[in-house]
């Protein structure tokens, strides 16, 4: 089965950092634009970050610029989401998978995903204090 993997969620006060970590279980992410999504309670799942792949080009909606940065290291199948700066506003379960990093930077299509593995779990994000 093709699914993405998150994890290094938890418990933060506001101001606080956190890395989140997406790895793949079934294939590599080295071939593949990778976006961070997320869900709020009561909420629809939204785009916050993709990442391009080859090149690292990184996109992000505007309410978590300046304040999370997106990476990745194919060498270790991993694409990290680093979030500092924390706000209540950003609890909610965050997850990976492979977008268009084409459509995210245009804007046309933030928040899309390919139709390729499936949903992971998920690592939930708490920031309170």
């Known amino acids: 089965q093709l699914q993405f993997v998150e994890s290094g969620g938890g418990l933060v006060q506001p101001g606080g950092s956190l890395r989140l970590s997406c790895g793949s279980s079934g294939f590599t992410l080295e071939h593949y634009d990778i976006g961070w999504f997320r869900q709020a309670p009561g909420k629809e799942r939204e785009g916050v970050s993709c990442?391009?792949?080859?090149?690292?080009?990184?996109y992000y909606v505007d309410s978590v610029k300046g304040r999370f940065t997106i990476s990745r290291d194919d060498a270790k199948n991993t694409v990290y989401l680093q979030m500092n700066s924390l706000k209540p506003e950003d609890t909610a379960v965050y997850y990976c998978?492979?977008?268009?990093?084409?459509?995210?930077?245009?804007?046309?299509?933030?928040?899309?995903?390919?139709?390729?593995?499936?949903w992971g779990q998920g690592t939930r994000v708490t920031v309170s204090s």
């Open positions: 998978a492979a977008v268009s990093f084409t459509l995210w930077a245009s804007e046309v299509g933030v928040g899309s995903k390919l139709d390729f593995g499936s």
């Open positions: 990442i391009r792949s080859g090149d690292s080009k990184t």
